[in-house]
């Protein structure tokens, strides 16, 4: 392929992700998300279906960052309506880390699902167990336990704050 080729496509690839995740107005997420979506990569592919990135791959939303190994994008009808991570996946937001093996990005409701070996952190405080629901607009989560040395159970320490004493 040529070099003026895969820049042409790049160019489209990255006015397709800048496009709205969904149709019609929307209002920001309180964390941070919505908007325009971002993306980098060591390598990729864009077709009119999908997105596909590779090495150090991330999809940057407001102040969400996902990032992984490997990240696939799904586009319908011109919008990027979801993405999945595999690969040391990394979800960011301004106030905790989310990790785990896999990620399910789906903007129309704001969720991302973290699964295998998650581990929620925000500051101190660390939640583990193996599969997670984060809302990206309440900035709630939501545990599950999964198969593995916990026996399917979540683990959690919190430290409390004691204002300062």
Avoid: K, W
Avoid at 87 to 103: L, M, S
Avoid at 137 to 161: C, H, L, N, Q, Y
């Amino acid at each position: 392929m040529s070099m003026t080729r895969t820049l042409g496509m790049a160019a489209v690839a990255l006015t397709m992700l800048a496009l709205p995740a969904t149709g019609g107005a929307q209002t920001p997420p309180a964390g941070g998300g919505g908007g325009a979506v971002s993306f980098g990569a060591d390598g990729g592919e864009y077709t009119s279906t999908g997105i596909a990135l590779r090495g150090r791959a991330e999809v940057v939303q407001g102040q969400n960052r996902l990032r992984a190994d490997s990240i696939n994008g799904t586009i319908v009808s011109g919008d990027l309506t979801r993405v999945e991570a595999s690969g040391n996946v990394y979800f960011v937001t301004p106030d905790q880390t989310i990790r785990g093996d896999r990620a399910v990005y789906t903007f129309a409701n704001d969720e991302v699902v973290v699964t295998g070996d998650v581990i929620l952190t925000q500051g101190q405080n660390v939640l583990t167990g193996g599969r997670l629901v984060y809302d990206t607009r309440t900035e709630s989560a939501r545990m599950e336990g999964g198969a593995g040395s916990s026996g399917g159970r979540i683990r959690g320490v919190f430290f409390p704050d004691n204002g300062g004493n």
